[in-house]
């Protein structure tokens, strides 16, 4: 099952900062957070990961809080085109230890409002 | 660079039928990924390799799904034979390596079978 919690929706409008939050209380000390979007027919998309630094490249930003326990993606100028399900994935260890596996969750459909 | 290819894009076939996907991961990638995306969910991971070797196959159906990656490059999803609930986008996606930096994993545009 996956490790995260998110809003099933959110509203944001064009030209706006979209927020998405993503609770992982159970994250553990090694493990990475992952996002990823999927636009609709389409395969998901990475978007950005951390471990407890706040990460920025030129999609997106990644806060991370210091206990860990949630973070947020920031969409800082959200176009029509941002439109998409959000997924944010705590990776993990599969079970023989060797190797990670990425665990998705149902994610966010974040609408893009003109 | 070139994507994840996946072929065909899209599959109809009758119960108890078999059907194959076949995957072209972006070269170099020495993960692979099999993933299954049924509507209004998230994927879920059936299979996972590394080179040619399976690392996580723990939720393949194994019954009536089967994977192989010959020679640790591309890969081909069978199932036989085909349930109603079968009926899913099939998603592959590579990585670059399992561990450290390059781990994320990139996505094919899909397969979708619709078994009637």
């Known amino acids: 099952d996956a490790k995260t919690t998110q809003p099933t929706s959110m509203d944001c409008a064009e030209g706006r900062a979209a927020n998405l939050p993503c609770n992982h209380s159970t994250i553990s000390g090694n493990e990475y957070v992952y996002w990823y979007r999927q636009i609709h027919s389409q395969g998901p998309q990475y978007i950005i990961h951390g471990l407890k630094n706040n990460e920025t490249n030129e999609m997106a930003s990644l806060i991370i809080t210091e206990d860990r326990k949630s973070s947020t993606l920031i969409l800082p100028h959200a176009t029509l085109r941002d439109t998409a399900v959000y997924y944010c994935i705590v990776r993990e260890t599969n079970s023989g230890g060797s190797n990670y596996k990425l665990t998705f969750g149902k994610g966010t459909l974040l609408t893009v409002n003109p | 660079e070139a994507g994840v290819a996946q072929s065909p894009r899209y599959k109809i076939i009758e119960k108890r039928q078999s059907v194959a996907f076949w995957c072209n991961p972006i070269?170099?990638?020495?993960?692979l990924y099999w993933y299954q995306q049924i509507l209004g969910q998230g994927p879920k991971l059936l299979i996972q390799f590394q080179n040619n070797g399976v690392v996580d196959d723990s939720q393949l159906p194994k019954d009536r799904f089967s994977a192989e990656r010959l020679k640790g490059v591309d890969s081909t999803l069978k199932i036989q034979p085909a349930k109603l609930e079968d009926s899913a986008v099939y998603l592959c996606?590579?990585?670059?390596?399992?561990?450290?930096?390059?781990?994320?994993?990139?996505f094919g545009q899909g397969t979708r079978l619709t078994v009637v």
């Open positions: 070269s170099g990638h020495a993960t």
């Open positions: 996606a590579s990585s670059l390596r399992p561990r450290g930096s390059g781990t994320e994993a990139f």
